[in-house]
């Protein structure tokens, strides 16, 4: 039953791929120039600087699904789940590209819609390269970053990075406990419905994309209470993945023996490489969110590495003062709460903000992981939510705090944060903007739950979590020992 019920999700999602791509592909933006016109009217070292700029970065976004984020994850859990964890990471990296790319880049930011994307780029349309045949050579579609463009590709494929990192992040919330295809069906229906409309909302002028103040008094802002400013991802990703494994933790349920049987981590050494390449990757996905190579590259480069490493400090101090020594989980904790803070504000703050928020990040989480988890007894096995639910809305929060216009004047001279006397209004729509991520992602995350539990069921059986994941879906062991 449950292998027929897997089939027919398939073939429906296959339908569906197919009856986006049948859609009538809109018209490419005549403003958007294809490759010869750039050629003849652009800098081409500065196209060709842009363009190398966001191919690193997407390498960097990868690195951090794998081997970052599984290194990172695979050495909290137990020895017997290692490869579970890890082959969750390998395996979105290849599903996410998959459905990225027949729908999902499409559904993020096609068309000019506030809600959700349309067919415009499904099975690659107006993205890939094609023959000209009266000019008698290949165009390349570009997108166009404040009239700057960039190739369509290297967008596409920044853009992706982001799409398989973030349901991998959930994964930590249900480790050792979920089905392996109780997993995949959850990533698809996540990322269709809850990641794609968010990303549109954000980034493609939907509803919680900011205003500025002359598209206010005009009457024609889009932006709820004015939008918010989300520079890589605060509510995108980690709010939205935050929340959501928060869910998944509670309705799955805690893992057997939790909170007597010893769950510590069986390879810190796994965990802190893993920290140190998410700071790495962290790079490509806060600094590359320009899509472009300029000043303010630098900047978000500069604030992310400030706000990582006060992130460090703010948890080991922290744990100095309440259990006397600082952990090195703690301090590499510390470090990916520091950068899930600065990511909504990377392109917004100054330095010294950004070691504030790193700071406050590493001790807010750390708190959140610590006494939080224990008061209300959930179990989320590798604090997805402690980390990025939590820090995610304290950085967007802050954000509406610390953005100034000296580092992006987005609102033509207008005073932006609360520091820099912009008054309420940003700190507003930050919040706003939180709230409605953290509806939509429990609301969505809810009834995707339900299906996939009416399906094909979510968690392992009793016998099969005592084995192991690594056993029990995929038949190996990460460690045989003589």
């Known amino acids: 039953m449950a292998r027929t019920l897997f089939r027919l999700f398939a073939a429906a999602a296959l339908l569906l791929s197919l009856t986006i791509w049948a859609t009538p592909a809109v018209a490419q933006d005549a403003s958007s120039p294809d490759l010869q016109t750039v050629a003849d009217t652009a800098d081409a070292a500065l196209l060709a600087g842009n363009t190398a700029w966001m191919l690193t970065s997407s390498a960097l976004v990868l690195f951090m699904t794998a081997p970052g984020l599984a290194m990172f994850y695979g050495g909290l859990v137990r020895r017997k789940n290692v490869l579970s964890v890890m082959m969750q990471c390998l395996f979105l990296m290849g599903l996410m590209t998959v459905l990225w790319a027949l729908y999902g880049y499409s559904l993020a930011f096609g068309g000019d819609g506030l809600y959700v994307g349309n067919g415009e780029y499904a099975m690659m349309q107006n993205v890939q390269r094609t023959w000209d045949e009266s000019a008698g050579a290949p165009t390349e579609p570009m997108y166009s970053v404040d009239g700057t463009p960039i190739p369509m590709y290297a967008h596409m494929l920044f853009q992706g990075m982001f799409f398989i990192i973030t349901p991998a ?132 480069f500069a604030v992310t590495h400030f706000s990582a490493a006060a992130g460090v400090l703010g948890w080991s101090v922290y744990e100095w003062l309440t259990h006397g020594k600082p952990s090195v989980l703690g301090a590499a904790s510390g470090a990916v709460a520091g950068l899930v803070c600065i990511t909504p504000a990377a392109g917004f703050v100054n330095p010294m903000p950004a070691l504030a928020m790193g700071f406050a990040a590493g001790i807010v989480c750390a708190m959140a992981c610590g006494k939080l988890k224990g008061a209300m007894g959930y179990d989320d096995a590798l604090d997805a939510f402690g980390v990025h639910g939590v820090g995610g809305t304290l950085g967007a929060v802050l954000t509406g705090v610390f953005a100034t216009r000296a580092c992006w004047d987005i609102d033509a001279g207008n005073k932006l944060g609360l520091a820099e006397g912009g008054g309420t209004r940003l700190l507003i729509g930050q919040i706003a903007a939180v709230a409605v991520t953290i509806v939509f992602s429990l609301v969505v995350t809810f009834v995707i739950l339900k299906i996939v539990d009416a399906a094909v069921g979510l968690r392992i059986s009793e016998q099969d979590e005592h084995r192991g994941l690594d056993l029990v879906d995929h038949g190996e062991e990460g460690y045989i020992y003589a």
């Not at 990322?191 to 980034?203: D, K, M, N, S």
């Not at 023996?257 to 790079?283: I, K, S």
Request: some cysteine; charged content about 15%; glycine content about 16%.
């Open 169 to 300: 992040l959930i994964c930590g919330a249900f480790a050792e406990r979920m089905k392996f295809k109780a997993m995949v069906i959850f990533s698809i229906l996540w990322g269709t419905l809850v990641y794609c409309p968010l990303c549109h909302w954000v980034w493609d002028g939907g509803i919680l994309a900011f205003d500025t103040t002359a598209e206010i008094e005009a009457g024609n802002g889009d932006g709820w209470l004015g939008g918010a400013l989300d520079f890589a991802g605060g509510t995108v990703v980690h709010i939205s993945s935050g929340i959501s494994a928060l869910l998944c933790a509670v309705l799955i349920g805690r893992r057997r023996g939790f909170g007597h049987e010893d769950m510590r981590p069986h390879n810190l050494t796994y965990t802190v490489l893993g920290a140190g390449m998410l700071w790495v990757g962290w790079f490509g996905f806060n600094a590359g969110s320009e899509l472009l190579s300029d000043h303010l590259t630098s900047s978000a």
